[in-house]
């Protein structure tokens, strides 16, 4: 007896799932894509270090997020569409999404200006774990479990070890308390843009979207900014090429992945792993700017290394769970 082949008489046999397509998928979840936004912008600093002596720092990140902002937002299909598809608090949300993010230049550049690059970085970086952990846990995402708050704790040790390396044994090393709340401003900032797309996109909203929209309303914002410093820097071909390269990479490409990344991927432990970011501005220090790093500061990056390490292997889980259950070991209701 023939048994009838219902695929071909009900519907149309779907295409089979290549390779390309498993590789492309696997690479869109999970921790790899927010890794690979933190190496993009790891090196933001040294691709700004390359700008004419000209140009005001906080002119280069806000030039930069405007241009990549609205690319982001021409580039989304569903970004016009996505005010209509929210509700009113997701508007409300959204909406304050865009204020963080063009708060995060808004205070970084100034920061990094009077409390120095290693400082700052270290301060925005190093918090942001921790707003974000703090935020999720106010607003009832979930309780921090015990392996994320050791591998983050071992990711800002190891950060601060690696940035603030060559300045340990500096006694005559300051602290400009002003500068050190704008970075906390910055960390803050990051944390609490960073949650609220997460949350929009865990929603159900497509990422490019949120992104998009997210962004292209801070590069509206911060543009006044770009508009009323000396912008004769942008007509110069370093200027222009630096300003691109920021846009392109920096704030497009590393956002579009980012979002990809917060489908599948707890904000507290995305924050955590773009502490990335430092190390691979410290090891593209060594390599195009020739500098050198001190004991501490290497003993920083294999601390870092083992944090990032702890946070991203994967846990034996129940074949019935899936990746639900390693995210609920991240971040849970039950676990501190």
């Known amino acids: 007896m023939t048994v009838p082949n219902r695929t071909s008489s009900l519907a149309p046999a779907r295409p089979a799932t290549t390779g390309s397509d498993r590789s492309r998928t696997r690479f869109l979840s999970g921790s790899a894509p927010i890794l690979t936004s933190a190496v993009l912008w790891g090196t933001t600093g040294t691709a700004s270090s390359l700008a004419p002596a000209s140009a005001p720092s906080v002119a280069i990140g806000c030039a930069g997020l405007t241009v990549g902002g609205i690319l982001l937002l021409l580039t989304s299909r569903s970004a016009r569409s996505l005010p209509t598809a929210l509700t009113r608090p997701e508007r409300w949300l959204l909406t304050l999404g865009a204020i963080a993010v063009a708060g995060y230049p808004v205070t970084f550049y100034p920061a990094v200006t009077r409390a120095g690059v290693a400082v700052a970085t270290v301060i925005a970086l190093g918090s942001a774990p921790v707003f974000a952990g703090l935020l999720a846990w106010a607003t009832g995402q979930g309780r921090p479990t015990s392996r994320w708050t050791a591998s983050t704790a071992l990711a800002v040790l190891g950060c601060t070890l690696l940035v603030l390396g060559p300045t340990l044994t500096d006694d005559s090393a300051t602290m400009d308390l002003a500068g050190a709340a704008l970075a906390a401003g910055a960390g803050l900032s990051y944390a609490g843009y960073a949650l609220i797309s997460g949350r929009l996109i865990t929603r159900g909203h497509p990422s490019s ?46 956002y579009r992945l980012f979002g990809y990344g917060l489908r599948s991927t707890p904000v507290s432990v995305a924050t955590s792993l773009t502490l990335a970011e430092p190390a691979v501005a410290a090891v593209l220090g060594i390599i195009v700017l020739g500098e050198r790093l001190p004991t501490a500061s290497w003993c920083g990056l294999a601390t870092l290394a083992t944090g990032l390490l702890v946070l991203t292997t994967p846990s034996e889980v129940p074949p019935r769970c899936g990746g639900r259950c390693q995210r609920v070991r991240w971040f849970s209701r039950e676990e501190v």
């Open 209 to 254: 979207a949120v992104m998009g929209t997210m962004f292209g309303a801070a590069g509206v914002l911060v543009l006044p900014i770009v508009l009323l410093t000396d912008m004769h820097w942008l007509a110069t071909t370093r200027g222009a090429t630096v300003a691109a390269y920021l846009a392109l990479f920096t704030v497009y490409l590393a």
